[in-house]
Structures are given as C-alpha cells and as structure tokens.
C-alpha cells in the first residue's frame, strides 16, 4: 500500500512548493484526494513521483499541455509516442536556439559598431532599433 502524505509532506518529497502542488491540481495534472470530514487530505507516494516526473519534463522545456499528454502515455508501452513528441519539441528548441544564434550575431555586429570608436551621427544600435522595417 501506498504510504500517505500531506501536502507538505507531498511537496517535500517531489522537491517542489505546495502552491506547485495546487497549481497542478488546478490543470487537472495532479489528482486531488477527497477531504475526510474535519480531515486533511492526504497523497500517495507515487503523486510524488507524479510531481517529479512533471518538473523534470519542464526542465526539458515541455510545456504543461504537452506534459498532459505524456502522461496519457505513462504506461511504458507507447514509447514511439513519447518519441513523437520529444522530437517535436527538439524542432521547437533547435529553431529556437538558430533564432537566439542570429540575434547574438546581430548584437554583437551592432556592439562592434559602436565600439570602433568612429562617432557616427547616431548610435549604430538606436539607429538600427528606430529604422522601419
């Protein structure tokens, strides 16, 4: 049998804040027990597990939404899935990190600009940043 925690205690043991705890709830992630009457409601060790595995999959930069639907697949027996869904949030990354490659070029093109100490009539990034598209 699954031991039984607060929510504190819950919070504890997946290394997360109660009102993460909550929050989870509120987006339908994590289920919460019944309250017994003049009780507390109380976890099982494996929401704990529940709440790491949706923290670590946020540190991979899966959204919630996309993290519900990993957990439709938490059985273990729909990894091609899984797969599918990693992948695609790889593509998302690796678009992202091209993005941030080309503004840290262009910045550093307009830093450079600035610093070869030729006093243009206007700042080279206010220019850039004022000009129309």
Same mark, same amino acid.
């Given at each position: 049998?699954?031991?039984?925690?607060?929510? =504190?205690?819950?919070? #504890?043991? @997946?290394?997360?804040?109660?009102?993460?705890?909550?929050?989870? /709830?509120?987006?339908?992630?994590?289920? &919460?027990?019944? #309250?017994?009457? =003049? =009780?507390? +409601?109380?976890?099982?060790?494996?929401?704990?597990?529940?709440?790491?595995?949706?923290?670590?999959?946020? $540190?991979? *930069?899966?959204?919630?939404? &996309?993290?519900?639907?990993?957990?439709? $697949?938490?059985?273990? /027996?729909?990894?091609?899935?899984?797969?599918?869904? !990693?992948?695609? #949030? $790889?593509?998302?990354? &690796?678009?992202?990190? @091209?993005?941030?490659?080309?503004? +840290?070029?262009?910045?550093?093109?307009?830093?450079?600009?600035? !610093?070869? *100490? #030729?006093?243009? +009539?206007?700042?080279?990034?206010?220019?850039? $940043?004022? @000009?129309?598209?």
């Amino acid at each position: 049998m699954d031991r039984q925690l607060s929510i =504190g205690s819950l919070a #504890k043991a @997946a290394d997360v804040n109660v009102e993460t705890i909550r929050y989870y /709830q509120r987006r339908g992630l994590v289920h &919460e027990p019944s #309250k017994p009457l =003049g =009780g507390h +409601r109380r976890y099982t060790a494996s929401t704990a597990t529940r709440v790491r595995f949706i923290r670590r999959a946020q $540190l991979l *930069g899966f959204t919630l939404e &996309e993290i519900k639907n990993l957990l439709l $697949l938490e059985d273990g /027996q729909s990894c091609r899935d899984a797969r599918l869904l !990693a992948e695609r #949030k $790889l593509g998302l990354i &690796e678009a992202r990190i @091209a993005d941030l490659s080309r503004m +840290r070029r262009a910045l550093k093109r307009l830093i450079a600009q600035c !610093a070869e *100490g #030729k006093r243009p +009539r206007s700042c080279p990034i206010i220019a850039t $940043l004022s @000009a129309d598209a």
